[in-house]
T-cell receptor
Framework: NAGVMQNPRHLVRRRGQEARLRCSPMKGHSHVYWYRQLPEEGLKFMVYLQKENIIDESGMPKERFSAEFPKEGPSILRIQQVVRGDSAAYFC????????????FGSGTQLSVL | QKEVEQNSGPLSVPEGAIASLNCTYSDRGSQSFFWYRQYSGKSPELIMSIYSNGDKEDGRFTAQLNKASQYVSLLIRDSQPSDSATYLCAVNIEGGYQKVTFGIGTKLQVIP
């Protein structure tokens, strides 16, 4: 009974490269959230997706960031031309529980930009 | 005004004492409230949810909600060193779907 799976656990990129972060929600869950957490800061909402549909991307930076959740396969958070300020922990969560209101988090991807 | 506000701490309490963690929120229409615990370097995990005014108890944890004051709190009785973590208050901001907004979190240190 696997939980939310994120990979890679750690990702190192040089400035200007692309970063791809993957997330598979819990079995039976079809809603995925991405959050970013900077050191000493709280979780910042980035985007909320359902299968093949972006519901709310109000927390996504206007440039370089994109997200998708295809019909088959994991959700992908893509960061193009990374900069040092993109270094953070990126958490994916899927929605479940009674009333479908509880977030279950993956272990996160720690992105380091050199 | 931030949507969900918490004191970042650290809050230090001796082992065995009651730890009191507080949170205020700005959206009066919010309906669902959560407390998540996050150990250093780990992901958040849900420990309590509360939906109506009053107290909700689960083991050593009690969540308190006062919608009129837009205030949520978490009490941890008989605090243990293993409770040392950051506690994140989260609110489901009313908006037609489940958008959960988090506070900055309060770092709790339980001193043996």
């Amino acid at each position: 009974n696997a939980g939310v799976m994120q990979n890679p656990r750690h990702l190192v990129r040089r400035r200007g490269q692309e970063a791809r972060l993957r997330c598979s929600p819990m079995k039976g869950h079809s809603h995925v959230y991405w959050y970013r957490q900077l050191p000493e800061e709280g979780l910042k909402f980035m985007v909320y997706l359902q299968k093949e549909n972006i519901i709310d991307e109000s927390g996504m930076p206007k440039e370089r960031f994109s997200a998708e959740f295809p019909k088959e396969g994991p959700s992908i958070l893509r960061i193009q031309q990374v900069v040092r300020g993109d270094s953070a922990a990126y958490f994916c969560a899927s929605l479940g529980g009674q009333g479908n209101e509880k977030l279950f988090f993956g272990s996160g991807t720690q992105l380091s930009v050199l | 005004q931030k949507e969900v506000e918490q004191n970042s701490g650290p809050l230090s309490v001796p082992e065995g004492a009651i730890a009191s963690l507080n949170c205020t929120y700005s959206d009066r229409g919010s309906q669902s409230f959560f407390w998540y615990r996050q150990y250093s370097g780990k992901s958040p995990e849900l420990i309590m949810s509360i939906y109506s005014n009053g107290d909700k108890e689960d083991g050593r944890f009690t969540a308190q909600l006062n919608k009129a004051s837009q205030y949520v709190s978490l009490l941890i009785r008989d605090s243990q060193p293993s409770d040392s973590a950051t506690y994140l208050c989260a609110v489901n901001i009313e908006g037609g779907y489940q958008k959960v907004t988090f506070g900055i979190g309060t770092k709790l240190q339980v001193i043996p």
